[in-house]
Structures are given as C-alpha cells and as structure tokens.
C-alpha cells in the first residue's frame, strides 16, 4: 500500500508540473492558479508565472520562517520552485535555497523557471524527503508548504529535517493536521489530495520532538475541510 500511495501522490505532481509546461504560463494568472492564491505579497515579487501556477500548498511558509540575508535554506517538495524564489529573494546573494522534489517533471519546471528568472543562488535536486540528500547541520531553516502529509513515513521526514538543520536551525512548514477520526488511511487518491494523510496535531508535535525539536508550535489557520485544517508549523532544531 505505501508504494502505490507513493505513486498515486507522484502522479499527481506529475501532471501539475506537466500541465505548466504544456500549457505555459499564459493560460491565466498567478493568483488563479493551485494555491498561488495564499501569497499576498505574489504581486509585489519578480517570480515566474509558471512557479506560482504549479503551488498546490494549503499555506505560505516564507511567511514563517524568518529568514535573513546570508542564510541556507531548504524546501522540501519544492514543485515549480515559488518558495524557493521568494526565499531566494530574502536571503541574497550571500545566501542559498536548495529545493528537494521527488518528481522528474517537477524538477525540469524548476530548473526551466530558475533559468529564466536568472536566480543564481538556487539549486534543485531530486530525492526523498524522507531521506535528504545533503550533509548533516548544513541547513539554517527548512521550508514545506503542504508536503509532509504526503509522506507514509513522517518519522522519517522529521529526523532527517533535524539531522541536516544546524543545532539552533528553525523548521517553519505549512501543512494539513487531523481534527477528527474519520479519515480513511487507505485511500489512495485521498493521500494525493492532502487529505488522508495528515495526523493529529498531537502526533505532529511528538514526532518532532522525538526527533530531537524544541519549542514546536502548531496554530491552525482554518478549515481544509473533510476532518482536516491548514497549520503553521514551527520548531527548533
């Protein structure tokens, strides 16, 4: 079952980055599109079309992560690469954003996005947020906008988070928690839409600290619908 929930979420990340690039980003604006709608400041910020028309978040983390010029970030399930971009913005030329997708497609809209917005200080590689490719204690803060929920092995995700935050490194993610019982685990499509795999908030915060995280908060910022509601998360590596 865990593979074909893997499968069930790469292809729907399959086909919005798929749909981007077919259709390029003429086909309507950025606030029309996925969750493009959540950034408020979208108008104010040189940022591709094509990035923000592949976010299909519930939230906007770079709106809690606090980030400072000269600082190493990392997004996991970076998609068309908005957060990456808005990131970039914030921490300069000094710093870096490194974007970590698990989609092919996702990865090449990206890249294509990142070459003709001219941003130097970004780069995106494929892998598993459950196992990040990159060394420990190298990353000052961890970005994710409605990804960790996709995962089958939260754990995971939030012990290499810590493992390659600094000691002191912040995570700041938006994500979808469980308010009730209801949810069906097994179902599949469920999974893809952010809806079968979020956990209650309690277990949120349990898993990250027994990943060895501090000062974690969790606020919910409103209804998702279907037992399950948008949150701010943020914690202390």
């Known amino acids: 079952m865990t593979d074909q929930i893997k499968e069930t979420v790469k292809e729907r990340y399959r086909a919005a980055a798929l749909t981007v690039l077919d259709e390029g980003a003429s086909c309507c604006s950025p606030?029309?599109?996925?969750g493009a709608s959540l950034y408020d400041d979208l108008a104010s910020e040189e940022v591709p079309d094509s990035?923000?028309?592949?976010?299909?978040?519930?939230?906007?983390?770079?709106a809690i992560a606090?980030?400072?010029?000269?600082?190493?970030?990392?997004?996991?399930?970076?998609?068309?690469?908005?957060?990456?971009?808005?990131?970039?913005?914030?921490v300069g030329a000094e710093g870096f954003?490194?974007?970590?997708?698990?989609?092919?497609?996702?990865?090449?809209?990206?890249?294509?996005?990142?070459?003709?917005?001219?941003?130097?200080?970004?780069?995106f590689i494929k892998g598993d947020i459950e196992s990040i490719p990159l060394?420990?204690?190298?990353?000052?803060?961890?970005?994710?906008?409605?990804v960790i929920n996709l995962s089958t092995d939260k754990d995971a995700v939030f012990r290499e988070a810590h493992r390659v935050l600094r000691p002191g490194?912040?995570?700041?993610?938006t994500d979808i928690v469980r308010l009730d019982g209801t949810i069906d685990p097994?179902?599949?499509?469920?999974?893809?839409?952010?809806?079968?795999?979020?956990?209650p908030i309690a277990e949120f915060e349990a898993g990250l600290r027994n990943a060895g995280f501090t000062d974690v908060t969790i606020e919910t910022t409103?209804?998702?619908g279907d037992g399950v509601a948008n949150a701010e998360i943020t914690a202390i590596a």
């Open 222 to 224: 409103g209804s998702a």
């Open 66 to 90: 606090d980030l400072s010029p000269g600082q190493k970030v990392l997004d996991l399930g970076s998609g068309g690469g908005l957060d990456v971009f808005l990131s970039a913005k914030r």
């Open 186 to 199: 097994d179902d599949t499509a469920g999974w893809a839409n952010c809806i079968s795999g979020a956990i």
């Open 31 to 34: 606030k029309e599109s996925y």
């Open 135 to 146: 060394p420990d204690d190298g990353i000052d803060v961890i970005i994710s906008n409605c």
């Open 51 to 62: 990035a923000a028309m592949a976010s299909l978040g519930c939230g906007n983390p770079t």
């Open 169 to 173: 490194g912040r995570f700041a993610v």
């Open 97 to 123: 954003v490194w974007g970590l997708d698990m989609t092919d497609e996702m990865i090449a809209l990206a890249r294509k996005n990142q070459a003709e917005a001219g941003f130097t200080n970004v780069a």
